[in-house]
């Protein structure tokens, strides 16, 4: 079993930065043969993707909301995950999940990750 760990949410301004982390635990070893993403989710709303990395970080994809501000990347050799949030703003504002997909393959559909973090909160400010 592998457990995900997410950290680094906060409470932020607007414009402002913050750096997500997503440390696997437990089965680390097979890591690196799975893709993984980024959901979040803001209340009363549905679970959105975020961004997903394939198992050798050679290839990404963003939703179109965050291009251009958001970065993933992964370092297989330390079992984690990042999300880099740079020019945050209001609408960000969320529970942001980590995920492991079910295979190699991304994907922006939440029934492709069959393991889930216990999400980091998010707050952006004004």
């Known amino acids: 079993q592998v457990q995900l760990v997410e950290s680094g949410g906060g409470l932020v301004q607007a414009g402002g930065s913050l750096r997500l982390s997503c440390a696997a635990a437990g089965r680390t070893l097979t890591f690196s043969r799975y893709a993984m993403g980024w959901f979040r989710q803001a209340p009363g709303k549905e679970r959105d993707f975020v961004a997903s990395i394939s198992w050798s970080a050679g290839t990404t994809d963003y939703a179109d909301s965050v291009k251009g501000r958001f970065t993933i990347s992964r370092d297989n050799n330390k079992s984690t995950m990042y999300l880099q949030m740079n020019g945050l703003k209001p609408e960000d504002t969320a529970t942001y999940y980590c995920?492991?997909?079910?295979?190699?393959?991304?994907?922006?559909?939440?029934?492709?990750?069959?393991?889930w973090g216990q999400g980091t909160q998010v707050t952006v400010s004004l």
């Open positions: 995920a492991r997909a079910r295979g190699i393959r991304m994907s922006s559909q939440r029934s492709e990750y069959d393991t």
